[in-house]
């Protein structure tokens, strides 16, 4: 079964700190697809990244980047010299063959000024 | 701006009654998804549809339903409301089945 585990429920940093979040997905099948979403205290649902299970490239987008990894079906997100405006909790979700996008429960990040 | 239209924004109802979600996705956009937000559940995955026709199901209470129609916005109907009920109603549309999913401002349900 599908299954998205967001260790981290909140975490803290001080601005201008590197901060990494955690993501950990279960799937039976080989394709499948991996994003990441944020949810500032405004209340929208952000697209931030897509990624399909064949392409195992690390992406970079500004400060933000992430390290996909199928040996330890991992999709981590890092965040580079954080800002306040980052904070917001952030999800993780997966879509495989049963066409769901199926999410993790959340990491609440706060940057602290 | 994601392109994803909800309506209403915010609805005060009360238990027992029923009421309409309506969605309109992005322009192109044939997938729906709807979800319910809830503090304790976090982002349950309800429907999804595609062009027209039910694709996936999640665990939408039989007292829930959805339709997409054929301009393709789709609206999603729960009835016998409940206090549990309350929440944030998100839909969300992709142009290709595990495209990205790109969501709606939400509507936030009340029942009181």
């Known amino acids: 079964a599908q299954k998205v585990t967001q260790a981290q429920t909140e975490i803290s940093v001080v601005e201008k700190e590197d901060v990494t979040l955690d993501c950990v997905y279960e799937t039976r099948d080989t394709t499948y697809y991996l994003f990441w979403y944020k949810q500032p205290p405004s209340g929208e649902l952000v697209f931030l990244i897509r990624?399909?299970?064949?392409?195992?490239q690390n992406e970079i987008s500004g400060r933000y980047s992430w390290n996909f990894q199928k040996s330890t079906s991992s999709f981590n997100f890092t965040i580079t010299a954080s800002q306040v405006v980052d904070s917001a909790v952030y999800f993780c979700a997966l879509n495989d063959r049963d066409d769901k996008i199926i999410f993790g429960k959340g990491t609440r990040l706060h940057i602290l000024p | 701006d994601s392109g994803v239209t909800q309506t209403p924004k915010h609805l005060i109802t009360a238990t027992g009654q029923r009421v309409t979600l309506r969605c309109s996705p992005r322009?192109?956009?044939?997938?729906v998804y709807w979800y319910q937000q809830s503090l304790d559940q976090g982002l349950q995955f309800l429907i999804q549809?595609?062009?027209?026709?039910?694709?996936a199901k999640g665990n939408i209470l039989e007292r829930f339903s959805a339709q997409q129609f054929p301009d393709l916005h789709s609206e999603l109907n729960l009835s016998s409301l409940e206090l549990g009920d309350s929440a944030l109603y998100f839909c969300?549309?992709?142009?290709?089945?595990?495209?990205?999913?790109?969501f709606g401002q939400g509507t936030r349900l009340t029942v009181v």
């Open positions: 990624r399909n299970s064949f392409d195992e």
């Open positions: 549809y595609y062009n027209g026709e039910e694709r």
């Open positions: 322009s192109g956009d044939l997938s």
């Open positions: 969300a549309s992709s142009v290709v089945d595990r495209g990205e999913a790109f």
